[in-house]
Nanobody, 116 residues
Framework: QVQLVESGGGLVQPGGSLRLSCAAS????????MGWYRQAPGKQREWVAH???????NYADSVKGRFTISRDNTKNTVYLQMNSLKPEDTAVYYC??????????WGQGTQVTVSS
């Protein structure tokens, strides 16, 4: 089993920044890709960004240039630095990690609210 603990969400004004963290623990010998998704009220969950084990990154067009995903393999942690936040970024953010031979695990979610 793999446990994911997310942190860093909160309330921020438009134009502000937040940094999300997601730490993995439990039984695994390898973490492959790590990623972030979000789900706004009344909408489907959507992909935000991911990072491969070698550090290659990819972003949804809606966040490109504003969000940065990174990982610290020594801490089994993935981060999402969110800058220039907009009200439409308001959502519950979830991390997802792919471990071992291809099993996916999800975090519990952290609320991000962008409002004045």
């Amino acid at each position: 089993q793999v446990q994911l603990v997310e942190s860093g969400g909160g309330l921020v004004q438009p134009g502000g920044s937040l940094r999300l963290s997601c730490a993995a623990s439990g039984s695994f010998f390898r973490i492959n890709a790590m990623g972030w998704y979000r789900q706004a009220p009344g909408k489907q969950r959507e992909w935000v960004a991911h990072i491969t084990s070698s550090g290659s990154t990819n972003y949804a067009d809606s966040v490109k240039g504003r969000f940065t995903i990174s990982r610290d393999n020594t801490k089994n942690t993935v981060y999402l630095q969110m800058n220039s936040l907009k009200p439409e970024d308001t959502a519950v953010y979830y991390c997802k990690v792919n471990v071992n031979l291809g099993s996916d695990y999800w975090g519990q979610g952290t609320q991000v609210t962008v409002s004045s």
